[in-house]
């Protein structure tokens, strides 16, 4: 456990120094849309640690991981449209989203697809299956991509307001819970996994 503690530390360090280099908002863009169509670890600790690090960035680091994010979200509705066959059906895979694929296809392909999209853009269900999902069902482009800027940007403007106007206090939060705050969101990656797996069977 202290291990982990220790690894957690060096983490948050890493990434508070990183935060005012100038490639950092380059690699949070990359991040962010990696994360939305096949990477496993979202951005929202890094966006957390630059955010607290430069609270008067606060909206502008949301805005670079949103554009990244819709970005990535275009790129997995590609994959999903275009290469599911190959790229798509092995990403599915990574993430055992095999036995539920075909429950999604179905829920897509009515009125609940663009509301699973939604929470999927807002919550910790893994935004990338909902992406392929969305291409490989063809889901009307202009609205999905509607869907991803709104449940995108809510998501990451609602972490900016809360860096901007409690700058200090979300940094001492931060260094104080860093790694419980990790640690909670790799759970709630897992719940996300949990979610595809089991909430449409």
């Known amino acids: 456990m202290k291990k982990i503690k220790d690894i957690l530390h060096k983490s948050r360090i890493w990434m508070e120094s990183f935060a005012e280099k100038r490639q950092a908002m380059w690699f ?18 890094l966006l957390l640690a630059m955010g607290v690090a430069t609270p008067k960035k ?25 290469l599911f066959e190959t790229i798509g059906s092995y990403i599915v895979e990574i993430y055992n989203g095999q036995e539920v694929w075909k429950v999604i296809v179905e829920k897509y392909n009515s009125e609940i697809g663009v509301w699973f999209l939604a929470g ?6 893994p935004f990338k299956i909902a992406t392929i999902a969305a291409g490989a069902t063809t889901m009307p482009f202009l609205q999905f991509i509607i869907v991803c800027i709104i449940g995108r940007s809510l998501r990451f403007f609602a972490e900016a307001v809360v860096i901007y106007f409690f700058g200090e206090k979300a940094k001492d939060i931060l ?4 790694d419980k705050i990790t640690i909670a969101f790799l759970l709630l990656i897992i719940l996300g996994f949990v979610l595809v797996k089991y909430i449409f069977i």
């Open 28 to 45: 949070l863009f990359l991040l962010s849309l990696a994360e939305a169509s096949f990477f496993p670890i979202p951005p929202d600790i």
């Open 58 to 82: 606060a909206f502008k680091i949301a805005a670079v991981t949103s554009i990244g994010s819709v970005i990535g979200a275009m790129l997995g509705y590609f994959i999903g449209f275009a």
């Open 120 to 125: 999927a853009a807002f919550s910790p269900i």
């Open 175 to 178: 260094e104080k819970y860093f």
